[in-house]
């Protein structure tokens, strides 16, 4: 397809997804490659997107990134979940945390084991076998010595992007202030040769990364790759984000607020809140977004709240020709689950494991993109559930929600544990099976069946079983300090 070696690396775009890509590949491949990144200071990054998920650890293991010092410099506090406040139904709450529920047998998973306990009255929430579930409703958090990786962070995305340019600086990426006003295309090839700025300079590369946002300007712009509209899946095309001053201590979780035709998040840092409201302009407008966002945040303001359009989908190919988007340009899933830089990760690892050193070749831009389509359809399936898995008919934006058609894929995983309590992980999946339990049974998705094997059990040796599960976590949990103690003694912020 193309036999010219890549030599010359060309970010386009800074913000978080840019850096992520520089640090990564200046670090790991700087020795074969040049990398240069290209951004303008008048242009502003969205740099809402301040939750993670567990994955986030891969990326940062893979830089050597210092846990502690990362979150000093972020003004980051820990995540062990998501509170998803009235999605069910209004006032019916549950959370999706991380960790494993219960213990697993190699016929299927412990939400078995529960179903009968539940039937036979000897069971209590089933949050209170997973020791992240239990410590987010109590506050607490602890890093320990051979723990599981099963905590995440809220960050503050800007400050995060500072951070890993300081390590792509260090490994020798090139930055160039300016503003892209042309794509260059060879005649032949239609590959891109090179980029000119508006200041005149012109930036040369081999292999070019999109992370220009919403826009796309080199993979849509100038390539025309097309783009998959999934907004009548998830109808959800506006959001609304402010910061506010910290009232109260922050907690070890994330806060999902599902309101009339959208959801509040609600995240907290060391020295601030991230506040933000994603809604359907169908049903409300900005104004009446911006109020019912204001009306619901606690603390003062700290910048006027500002209005973020988007339309949720997928590039039909992530990698065109020599160009890769990676970041927003790539598609957008809404911010539910916190699955936006994990994607960004998930990309540059892919594409460093990929890597055309020796020029790029069809069967590898067409792997490459056929597992970041799996992935990402597989996530949009998880987030479509929260909102048609719901009893909530109270406004026109649910009983759209409730009714609306649903992917094949997902209708299916939704029947499997309806009729049998299975969850299967796919390929190329993200959530597993006890994220896919916890929602779906959040949501009010009970399984009409457990396991035949938990009936090798006698009552008596399952109460034992459950109840052994249940106190290990509570006594375990117990030992953890309060969150916000923690971090104070582990990670302070100078800023917080």
Known sequence: ????????????????????????????????????????????TVGVGEATIPTLHIFHQLLGINEAEFMAATNAT???????????????????????LGQDCWACGFQHFWLKGLKKGIVSDIGDYCPEHLASREGRFAVLANQDLNHAYHLDAGLYAKFL??????????????????????????NITSLNLENGKVVEGDLFIDCTGFRGLLIEDALHTGYDDWSHYLPCDSAIAVQTETVNKPVPYTRSIARDSGWQWRIPLQNRTGNGFVFCSKYMTDEEAKKTLLDNVEGKLLNEPRVIKYKTGARRKHWNKNCIAIGLSSGFIEPLESTGIHLFQKAIVRLLQMFPSQGINQSDV???????????????????????????????????????????????????????????????????ETSWVQVMMGQGLMPEQYHPIVDMMSDDELKTFLDKIKNGVHKRVANWPDHNDFINHYCKSSNG
Request: charged share 30%; proline share 2%; with cysteine.
């Open 78 to 100: 820990f995540k062990l979940g998501i509170s998803f406040e009235s999605w069910r139904d209004v006032n019916k709450d549950y959370i999706h945390s991380f960790g494993y």
């Open 366 to 432: 067409d792997e490459y993109n056929d597992q970041t389509k799996k992935e990402a359809d597989n996530i949009r399936d998880f987030i479509i559930l929260h909102y048609h898995l719901t009893d909530r008919r109270d406004t026109r934006f649910w009983r759209y929600c409730a009714m609306m058609p649903i992917p094949d894929s997902l209708a299916h995983r939704m029947k499997l544990f309806k009729e049998s309590g299975r969850v299967f992980k796919k390929a190329n999946d993200l959530f597993g």
């Open 165 to 190: 340019q300081k390590i792509a600086d260090k490994f020798g990426c090139q930055r160039i202030e300016g503003k892209i006003n042309k794509v260059n295309l060879d005649e032949k090839t239609g």
């Open 1 to 44: 397809m193309n036999n010219t070696p890549i030599k010359n690396v060309v970010i386009a775009g800074g913000g978080t997804a840019g850096w992520m890509a520089a640090a990564a590949l200046s670090k790991l491949l700087g020795k074969a490659i040049n990398v240069t990144l290209v951004e303008s200071d008048d242009i502003p």
